[in-house]
């Protein structure tokens, strides 16, 4: 048999004006999931059952709650996300301008640069991983360099072409290596 589930009358009380004020089905749900076990003996499965969720997460709804982190509330902090960051996402977005900025120009973004940049600015060293997660989460993906020099001129190229002794486009062509005629 397991044991009766825990709670007293204040977090009952709680749970109930929740039931009663509830704005969404999580909050609903968690507050279901301290009234029905006290209210109505019901075991943690039998309530799982009722409100649509499984045995581990009824107990997390009630944890939650009895702690005061009402379900689908802004304030509240939510699993997961970046516990150990080293600087804010604004902070990031702030210290890759500059490079970005170089890149749009037609330069390349050097990885190494990057990573001596953020050790210097963070005064220890991370590792590689560390400059490409960044680069990552604000939309940098490693290119394939194009087929035209960014600062190249179609026109001038094109001019070249036309005004250029034959025997010079036959090697262009060729790849540097003239035909011998028989």
């Given at each position: 048999?397991?044991?009766?589930?825990?709670?007293?009358?204040?977090?009952?009380?709680?749970?109930?004006?929740?039931?009663?004020?509830?704005?969404?089905?999580?909050?609903?749900r968690q507050a279901q999931a301290v009234v029905l076990p006290l209210d109505y003996?019901?075991?943690?499965?039998?309530?799982?059952?009722?409100?649509?969720?499984?045995?581990?997460?009824?107990?997390?709804?009630?944890?939650?709650?009895?702690?005061?982190?009402?379900?689908?509330?802004?304030?509240?902090?939510?699993?997961?996300?970046?516990?150990?960051?080293?600087?804010?996402?604004?902070?990031?977005?702030?210290?890759?301008?500059?490079?970005?900025?170089?890149?749009?120009?037609?330069?390349?973004?050097?990885?190494?640069?990057?990573?001596?940049?953020?050790?210097?600015?963070?005064?220890?060293?991370?590792?590689?991983?560390?400059?490409?997660?960044?680069?990552?989460?604000?939309?940098?993906?490693?290119?394939?360099?194009?087929?035209?020099?960014?600062?190249?001129?179609?026109?001038?190229?094109?001019?070249?072409?036309?005004?250029?002794?034959?025997?010079?486009?036959?090697?262009?062509?060729?790849?540097?290596?003239a035909k011998k005629s028989s």
């Amino acid at each position: 048999m397991s044991r009766p589930a825990s709670g007293n009358d204040e977090i009952l009380k709680r749970a109930r004006e929740a039931i009663a004020t509830a704005q969404s089905v999580e909050q609903l749900r968690q507050a279901q999931a301290v009234v029905l076990p006290l209210d109505y003996s019901m075991s943690l499965t039998d309530t799982a059952q009722v409100i649509g969720v499984s045995h581990g997460w009824v107990c997390q709804l009630r944890r939650r709650f009895m702690r005061g982190q009402i379900a689908g509330a802004s304030d509240a902090p939510l699993p997961g996300g970046r516990k150990r960051q080293n600087m804010s996402v604004e902070d990031e977005r702030e210290f890759l301008a500059p490079f970005f900025e170089q890149a749009a120009t037609g330069g390349v973004l050097v990885v190494g640069q990057i990573k001596a940049a953020l050790d210097k600015r963070l005064g220890r060293d991370v590792a590689l991983a560390s400059a490409y997660n960044l680069l990552h989460r604000h939309g940098w993906r490693k290119l394939a360099p194009d087929k035209h020099h960014p600062q190249s001129d179609p026109v001038a190229q094109q001019e070249w072409k036309k005004n250029s002794p034959k025997h010079l486009q036959q090697s262009a062509k060729t790849g540097g290596k003239a035909k011998k005629s028989s």
